[in-house]
């Protein structure tokens, strides 16, 4: 059923509309607009013909405007009387159960709070190779969608400890909104070894609520409640619920769409990684209220650009200019950045495109980026993508509920944990063993090479501290620190993105072996100048 519904999204705008908004339209062609629904709603349209486009002839063509808001008869009459909007996934719920259903299902072979920085994580020595950065007081490993936003409320390195589950460990598996879920310890309250790190702009990852409250890249504007400046913990306090149906799915009319800003611009600017064999991206851009907001609208569901929308490595803290050193602060748009471009490329586009880093390492003063989550950039160009596979194909597999209808699932699924729903349907002539089997000889290698790309950092940065010590020319220690700085993010890549290579196993390999490579580079040039000094090598 949701397949077909996806199929059916885009139906036909009307031939007058399609001639005066033919950049809004995204419906195919193939039969006349519905009869129109007089409910009021043409007053409605006389200021949003952006509106009309998207919803006459769509499969939510008759529901009426008053659905989805209130306070409309106010609105008419004073424009400034902005109409209230149902943000919450209840209201969706109404009509799709099963989606909503599977979003909220707890998925119990995914673990809560497991730190990656430990012996068994998936990043053994990231304390040692992020310090001092912030993600060093805890970075856990993700899980369902359903938790996002309590589980970055409540980690350790956003708000000082201050925010908790209100019965405590018990409700580590309550879903719901979130402020049902936590509580807040109040502004004086801060435990031992907590960071307060949190900033808005990433808030916007994990919530559709403000998404009419935060202008386009979060911007300063008097029409918008919050900006990328604004008190996170004010942010924090109005998020209830988490990222909703209307960050992929149009409202107005089902049409499956993006809204995050930073991917939107990226595209706009010229990215083709999501881009057809034609070169193009399936991407009408719409803009509301004079820019304040846009949304970009496709004509078929493309579950890269849907997920893109969060999955990337995207620049969302302050930082640091590499040309000169000079802060960036959260009123600069380069805190909400994606660069939407791969390992190899990403430090040439921090250093030159966008003149930006996240932090000094403690040892070796080395300016390093801290990566995000760049699964969607790891999958681009990859076996998977290449055959035309999304990331619903695999992680939101088709099921069927209790009474035989299908539906695709949005609880977004580990596939080496349901093997039969993500993998079969294309592999039918192995078995789930056999899958699995393969999946994990994939992550064990690719996990491999992970270690070995972290035990060399950690020699170039005990090796860098031994030649400081000795008194080594700050050229030789300048060029070490630029080869940390290039090392650490071919690794840091993989501990950042969550697949442990399987999303892309060749370019895993490559570039870790190249981020070895590198550090042993900086080892050897190091080792020389301390023998030069008459002192012993360390590290070889």
Not at 365 to 376: C, D, I, S, T
Not at 443 to 455: D, F, H, L, T
Not at 471 to 495: N, P, Q
Request: aromatic residues 8%; hydrophobic residues 35%.
């Amino acid at each position: 059923m949701w397949k077909k519904s996806i199929a059916a999204l885009a139906v036909v705008v009307g031939a007058l509309l399609a001639v005066s908004l033919p950049a809004m339209s995204t419906a195919a062609k193939a039969k006349p607009a519905a009869k129109q629904v007089n409910d009021g709603r043409e007053d409605c349209y006389a200021c949003h013909e952006e509106v009309k486009a998207l919803k006459e002839g769509s499969k939510h063509a008759k529901l009426a405007c008053d659905v989805c808001h209130s306070k409309l008869k106010e609105h008419l009459a004073n424009s400034e009387t902005k109409p209230g909007t149902i943000i919450d996934q209840a209201l969706c719920g109404k009509c799709h159960k099963d989606q909503m259903e599977s979003l909220f299902k707890v998925n119990y072979d995914s673990p809560a709070r497991k730190e990656k920085g430990v012996p068994t994580g998936r990043s053994p020595m990231m304390d040692k190779l992020l310090a001092p950065y912030g993600f060093t007081i805890e970075h856990n490993e993700p899980r369902g969608h359903a938790f996002m936003v309590t589980d970055q409320f409540v980690v350790d390195r956003f708000a000082g400890g201050r925010f908790q589950y209100k019965n405590g460990w018990t409700d580590v598996d309550k879903t719901g909104n979130t402020w049902d879920v936590l509580k807040d310890n109040g502004p004086d309250f801060k435990m031992a070894e907590t960071a307060k790190a949190g900033n808005p702009t990433c808030i916007q990852c994990k919530t559709s609520d403000h998404i009419l409250k935060w202008k386009f890249m979060g911007d300063k504007d008097p029409k918008a409640q919050w900006d990328r400046t604004s008190d996170v913990i004010a942010v924090a306090k109005e998020t209830n619920h988490v990222v909703g149906c209307i960050h992929c799915h149009d409202p107005h009319g089902t049409q499956p769409r993006v809204v995050r800003d930073a991917l939107i611009q990226g595209i706009e600017k010229g990215s083709k990684m999501f881009a057809g064999k034609d070169g193009k991206t399936d991407l009408k851009v719409i803009s509301f209220r004079d820019g304040f907001r846009k949304i970009g609208v496709m004509q078929k569901a493309d579950g890269r650009l849907m997920c893109a929308q969060c999955h990337v490595e995207y620049a969302c803290g302050k930082g640091f200019e590499f040309s000169t050193g000079n802060p960036v602060g959260y009123d600069d748009q380069r805190t909400n950045h994606f660069p939407l471009t791969g390992p190899k490329e990403l430090l040439e586009h921090y250093k030159k495109t966008q003149n930006f880093y996240d932090f000094k390492h403690a040892v070796t003063g080395a300016r390093l980026v801290k990566l995000q989550h760049p699964e969607a950039e790891t999958f681009a160009g990859s076996v998977h993508d290449k055959a035309g596979v999304t990331c619903k194909d695999c992680h939101m597999p088709v099921l069927k509920n209790k009474q035989g209808k299908t539906f695709t699932s949005h609880m977004v699924i580990k596939p080496k944990d349901h093997v039969k729903e993500a993998c079969l349907r294309c592999h039918p002539k192995f078995t789930a063993e056999q899958k699995l089997y393969q999946i994990t000889s994939i992550q064990n290698y690719s996990k491999g090479k992970m270690r070995k790309a972290e035990y060399w950092l950690g020699q170039l940065i005990d090796t860098y501290a031994t030649a400081k010590r000795m008194g080594v020319d700050e050229a030789t220690l300048a060029k070490a620190r630029e080869k940390h700085e290039e090392a650490h993010v071919l690794w840091e890549w993989w501990t950042a993105e969550n697949s442990d290579g399987f999303h892309n196993p060749e370019l895993a390999r490559d570039t870790l072996t190249h981020s070895v490579a590198i550090s042993k580079e900086g080892v050897a040039l190091l080792n020389k100048a301390i023998d030069a000094k008459g002192g012993a090598s360390a590290a070889k």
